[in-house]
């Protein structure tokens, strides 16, 4: 069983940046692929970025690309997103998730979901 935790959100003016933390119950969390997604007001969940357990293989959405980084510190069990750039259009509760299998979570398919934390920007 893993628990994860968000924080970090908040109000943030358009062109500002951000970092979000998750951090992960459980002695394992290092086996585990983690991910980031979003969802907006009215809108889907979407992926928006994922790392595997060893952090050297990563995927983002064509949205985020070149915007926001993911990386995990597997000493602390937690797992960051670091956005940059941001635009209102970004405005979302994100979603840290937990997965064995990398390829699950990059399709959304992840077993352990968190809370998550609002992240609002505005124009």
């Known amino acids: 069983q893993v628990q994860l935790v968000e924080s970090g959100g908040g109000l943030v003016q358009a062109g500002g940046s951000r970092r979000l933390s998750c951090a992960a119950s459980?002695?394992?969390?290092?086996?585990?692929?983690m991910g980031w997604f979003r969802q907006a007001p009215g809108k889907e969940r979407e992926f928006v970025a994922a790392?595997?357990?060893?952090?050297?293989?990563?995927d983002y959405a064509d949205s985020v690309k070149g915007r926001f980084t993911i990386s995990r510190d597997n000493a602390k069990n937690t797992v960051y997103l670091q956005m940059n750039s941001l635009k209102p259009e970004d405005t979302a509760v994100y979603h840290c998730a937990a997965e064995f299998l990398y390829h699950r979570i990059v399709a959304g398919n992840a077993r352990y979901w968190g809370k998550g934390t609002l992240v609002t920007v505005s124009s």
């Open positions: 790392t595997s357990w060893s952090d050297d293989n990563t």
């Open positions: 459980g002695r394992t969390f290092n086996s585990y692929a």
